[in-house]
Structure formats: C-alpha cells, structure tokens
C-alpha cells in the first residue's frame, strides 16, 4: 500500500460548484464545509477547450473568505498558462490544467509551484496515461476525466477506471507523490468502484447538491456508511 493510502483510509471529497445555483455560490460553499467534503472544486472553463462557460478568478477570489476548505481550481482552457498566477493570487491551492491544452506542461508545472501552490495535470477520457509519463515526477495531483469535460450530469465511462489503476501502480512502483483525483459521473453507484481503482479525491457534482441529506452522501461517497 502507498504512503498516500496508508495516510488517507478514505477519499477526500471535492464538491464542484459547477452544479451550484450561479446565483448562490457563497451558500454552495457553505453548504461543502458544512457537509464534512474537505474540497471545493473550481471548474473553470473557456467555452473553446470546452462546449462551456463557466467563471474566472475573481469568484475564487470572493469566495475565498468563505470557507477554509482546499480550493481545487481545474482549468478547462487553452493556454492555462495566461491564468495560473491570477488563480493562485486569489486563493487556490491546486491548480490543475490539462495535458491537451499546453505545449510547455513541465514549464508551467513548474511555474504553478514557485506561486506556492500544488500543481496538477489532468487527461480528457482519450488521452493514456503514457501521454503524461514525463511528468508524473512532477506533478502534485493528477485529475482523471471519467467523462467528456464541458456540462455535469454526465455518466462515468468505466474504460476510464484503468488509468486510474495504471496510475496508482505507477505511483506505488515508483515512489511518486501524486494524488489521484477523478471527476465524472461520481455518485453512489460509482464511487465504490473509483475507490476501488485507487482514487484519492473524488470530484462530485449534480450528485452533491441534489441531495437531501449531502453529510450523509458525502459519508457514503467515502465508504464509510453503507
């Protein structure tokens, strides 16, 4: 067992305010911190990388005061680059792009670490694990799509829970220091068998705010309620 899995006997999770009211964010929050998930996920998104829009880094930024909770700022964009240093001024602490948008991945890995802030790659459902091979050393998080990025509500594509293994045995043969983060189609019918494959941090969406009792979701997302 990793070092990673031996500190975190359950998987953290990340509610993504993508599936929020947009016209209540501060009560989304408030609604994540409340629950017991320790992450807030920050899907940002440029209407051409992705079919959608979503917000940029001021609503990090305001929302920041609101909550003590990890900000997991995941940019659907192109050329990530241009908003790395604006997200990590208003509060993330990761910053995620993905391996499809950015020639110079290892440069702005790097980049997002000197602005103090852990930095993560993520691969669309059709991108292997072996198309970021040079960079695990580098990487902080590593954010498996288990859906086509761009609308929530999706349904996980159960191909996807083998990068997820692949990575977790990479991890463990080579002593990296990664965490796996899986974001799509995450409810109660699929968590066990992310959890399964080797997921540290379960992204979460329509699921999280669509329900009644979202404690109580939230224990079941980890494995710890039946």
Same mark, same amino acid.
């Given at each position: 067992?990793?070092?990673?899995?031996?500190?975190?006997?359950?998987?953290?999770?990340?509610? !993504?305010?993508?599936?929020?009211?947009?016209?209540?964010?501060?009560?989304?929050?408030?609604?994540?911190?409340?629950?017991?998930?320790?992450?807030?996920?920050?899907?940002?998104?440029?209407?051409?990388?992705?079919?959608?829009?979503?917000?940029?880094?001021?609503?990090?930024?305001?929302?920041?005061?609101?909550? %003590?909770?990890?900000?997991?700022?995941?940019?659907?964009?192109?050329?990530?680059?241009?908003?790395?240093? %604006?997200?990590?001024?208003?509060?993330?602490?990761?910053?995620?792009?993905?391996?499809? %948008?950015?020639?110079?991945?290892?440069?702005?890995?790097?980049?997002?670490?000197?602005?103090?802030?852990?930095?993560?790659?993520?691969?669309?459902?059709?991108?292997?694990? !072996?198309?970021?091979?040079?960079?695990?050393?580098?990487?902080?998080?590593?954010?498996?799509?288990?859906?086509?990025?761009?609308?929530?509500?999706?349904?996980?594509?159960?191909?996807?829970?083998?990068?997820?293994?692949?990575?977790?045995?990479?991890?463990?043969?080579?002593?990296?220091?990664?965490?796996?983060?899986?974001?799509?189609?995450?409810?109660?019918?699929?968590?066990?068998?992310?959890?399964?494959?080797? %997921?540290?941090?379960?992204?979460?969406?329509?699921?999280?705010?669509?329900?009644?009792?979202?404690?109580?979701?939230?224990?079941?997302?980890?494995?710890?309620?039946?």
């Amino acid at each position: 067992m990793s070092i990673i899995k031996t500190i975190m006997k359950h998987p953290l999770i990340a509610p !993504s305010v993508l599936s929020a009211d947009f016209s209540h964010f501060a009560d989304a929050v408030a609604d994540i911190d409340a629950s017991g998930a320790e992450w807030v996920h920050l899907d940002v998104m440029d209407g051409k990388f992705v079919p959608n829009l979503t917000f940029g880094p001021k609503l990090a930024a305001d929302l920041r005061s609101q909550s %003590a909770a990890v900000f997991d700022v995941h940019l659907m964009v192109y050329e990530p680059e241009h908003l790395a240093a %604006a997200f990590a001024h208003a509060g993330a602490d990761y910053i995620t792009f993905h391996a499809e %948008a950015v020639v110079h991945a290892h440069r702005l890995l790097m980049v997002i670490r000197q602005l103090g802030k852990k930095a993560g790659i993520s691969l669309v459902p059709s991108t292997p694990v !072996s198309g970021i091979a040079e960079l695990l050393p580098f990487a902080d998080l590593v954010l498996v799509m288990t859906v086509d990025p761009g609308f929530g509500g999706q349904e996980l594509i159960p191909s996807c829970l083998e990068k997820i293994k692949t990575l977790a045995r990479i991890r463990e043969q080579r002593k990296y220091g990664y965490v796996i983060s899986v974001d799509g189609g995450i409810h109660e019918s699929t968590a066990a068998l992310v959890r399964e494959a080797g %997921a540290d941090v379960l992204v979460t969406g329509s699921a999280f705010f669509n329900a009644p009792d979202k404690a109580a979701l939230v224990r079941r997302l980890k494995g710890m309620d039946p």
